[in-house]
């Protein structure tokens, strides 16, 4: 890739200039490190992050009206409410965000930049991914912030404390999702691969009972078919605690570190998928 090329478009220039810096005689752990804060530097500019105040300002409110028309209720209201807006609104940054991930850097030919210096493929999809999953920590722990603030205003402190549990799970299921929407921006179209993301996180949440159901029916073709969905598509149901949580619950050490290992292991196979579709591509 020639300087001239690259000169041509101030936009690539700013997006590379910061990277090249960061890059410059460092290894493949300094190489993702730079892509990594690129990401989230883009998400912060995208003001991925601004939509976090109002997030924050309808659970306060919330916590408020909910105080008058619930009896004694207003605190379990407020977790279900906080936390599936929470698994909602991160999913629709995992999404609409993730599928961009590599398609919008094709787009704007930033790719051949970045590739042109010493980065492999497979630390550029890491990189992105890892910034992604940044950009979701940071939102998660604000919003996580606004609905123990709302908890704790209608005067139901130690449950925001004990909701933290599902918020860690909540995180560890929208990095599954994050690296479901990389692997199909690798290949498709951000309008598919947003469809299909979302299919995949519809189908998570239900591939227990839809397994279940196909049991219960005594069709072998249902048994084959839900059992196929079941084991590969992601068992969201693992990171579900939303419910238990309302009720006070405190989420098992147990259940804490087999979500986190069903999440690394699912994420690292996603990745070297991913990284095998994306190497193999031609960007000429």
């Known amino acids: 890739m020639h300087s001239t090329h690259i000169s041509a478009s101030g936009e690539i220039v700013e997006t590379i200039q910061p990277l090249e810096k960061s890059i410059k005689g460092s290894g493949s752990a300094r190489n993702i490190a730079a ?131 599902a918020i860690l799970l909540i995180f560890f299921e929208l990095t599954i999702l994050t690296a479901v929407a990389t692997l199909f921006s690798s290949f498709s179209t951000p309008a598919l691969s947003a469809l299909l993301t979302f299919f995949i996180f519809i189908i998570g949440h239900f591939s227990t009972s839809l397994n279940e159901l196909a049991k219960n029916l005594g069709s072998q073709f249902a048994k084959y078919l ?25 989420l098992p050490q147990a259940m804490i570190f087999g979500a986190i290992a069903y999440a690394f292991v699912y994420v690292s196979i996603l990745l070297i998928i991913t990284v095998m579709i994306f190497s193999r591509r031609n960007f000429k």
Not at 37 to 58: C, G, I, P
Not at 226 to 250: M, Q, R, W
């Open 35 to 165: 892509i990594s804060l690129n990401t989230f530097r883009e998400a912060v500019r995208d003001r991925v992050l601004y939509s976090l105040v109002l997030f924050v300002l309808l659970i306060t409110a919330a916590a408020v009206v909910l105080g008058d028309l619930t009896a004694g209720q207003e605190a379990r209201t407020i977790v279900n409410l906080g936390l599936s807006a929470m698994l909602l609104f991160g999913a629709f940054i995992s999404i609409f965000v993730g599928v961009g991930l590599v398609s919008k850097e094709i787009e704007k030919r930033t790719v051949h930049a970045i590739l042109a210096k010493p980065v492999s493929r497979g630390q550029f999809i890491i990189g992105k991914y890892l910034g992604l999953c940044l950009t979701l920590l940071v939102n998660v722990l604000v919003m996580g912030g606004g609905v123990s603030a709302a908890l704790i205003y209608v005067g139901s402190a130690d449950l925001a404390g004990s909701i933290w549990g």
């Open 226 to 250: 839900f059992g196929a969905i079941y084991y590969l598509f992601p068992n969201l149901s693992h990171f579900s605690f939303i419910t238990n949580a309302a009720h006070g619950d405190i």
